[in-house]
């Protein structure tokens, strides 16, 4: 968009321990990523990341033992991925700073065609390891479902159980300025 998200504020309140987990804990031995900064938008009016539509296929994503997504690594894919977009254009405005001048933020849906899981991040510092300081911010509504069955019954196209939910919800973010 031309003009950046407005940031959501500071959150007060204790940020939940996740420990035992760990960061890393299925991916891949394997490195395979570059260390390098890129923002695919190089210069333009409409340079700041607004919403970011992910697609998500099942028979595509698996995990290292092939067993399925689980529900909370279907959100987290959503979080991670809204995260790396808010990080790479922080690097591409303030360059290798830890906390940020001006927050980012980026509305992410992802969606395998029938349940959309909608996040809002906040961005306010590439410090990872702190634990005082300026946190980053996830906000996500539980999935839901588009619809609960589409499909042809009786020689008929038909869809049973649409959720008007999930449009006012895709309104909201593509209105939000």
Not at 77 to 96: D, E
Not at 114 to 121: D, I, P, R, V
Request: proline letters at 6%.
């Amino acid at each position: 968009s031309k003009k950046p998200i407005s940031k959501i504020g500071q959150v007060d309140g204790e940020i939940p321990e996740l420990f035992p987990i760990h960061e890393t804990i299925s991916i891949p031995k394997k490195n395979i990523y570059l260390d390098e900064d890129l923002y695919p938008i190089k210069s333009s009016t409409y340079g700041n990341p607004h919403t970011i539509f992910i697609h998500f296929s099942k028979e595509d994503v698996q995990n290292l033992h092939e067993t399925p997504v689980t529900p909370n690594q279907f959100k987290s894919r959503n979080m991670l991925k809204a995260f790396t977009v808010a990080a790479s254009r922080a690097r591409q405005l303030y360059g290798q700073v830890q906390d940020l001048p001006e927050p980012i933020v980026v509305q992410s849906i992802q969606t395998d065609g029938k349940s959309f899981h909608f996040g809002l991040f906040q961005l306010n510092t590439l410090n990872l390891e702190g634990l005082d300081g300026l946190k980053n911010y996830w906000f996500q509504l539980e999935s839901m479902d588009l619809f609960n069955d589409c499909g042809v019954k009786h020689g008929k196209p038909t869809l049973e159980g649409y959720n008007k939910d999930v449009f006012r919800i895709l309104n909201a973010f593509y209105n939000n300025c």
